[in-house]
């Protein structure tokens, strides 16, 4: 399948004598690579956008997935249903293991941040 406007795959890498791993504009993937860009970029990291990312749960108490969470990735790539799980780490309670549900079309996938 033709590529006819590409977007920069995730991770970033390169492909032997390929260039860039590239993937559709709006296709699943891209909706996908965009709420990871999203949720593994803290506000305040991009000068160009101040308003992008992810909030700073860092020193919140757990659970720190709310509402407000899920509303700020959600107007961020409103292409994608999202579906927040959190979990605890059993041995370390100072780890918190986020996984984002993308639903995009018919597709579905799952990142972990």
Known sequence: MAIINPHFDLPFRFLINNGAAVEEQDSYEDVANCVEAI????YGFRVDNANFGF???????????S??????????????????????????????????????????ATAST
């Open 39 to 42: 949720c593994r970029c803290p």
């Open 55 to 65: 909030p700073n749960v860092e020193l919140l108490n757990q659970p720190v997935v």
């Open 67 to 108: 509402e407000d969470v899920i509303e700020t990735v959600s107007d961020q790539e409103p292409r994608a249903t999202l579906l927040f799980q959190e979990q605890p780490d059993a041995v370390d309670v100072l780890i918190d293991r986020i996984t984002v549900e993308v639903r995009a079309a018919t597709q579905t």
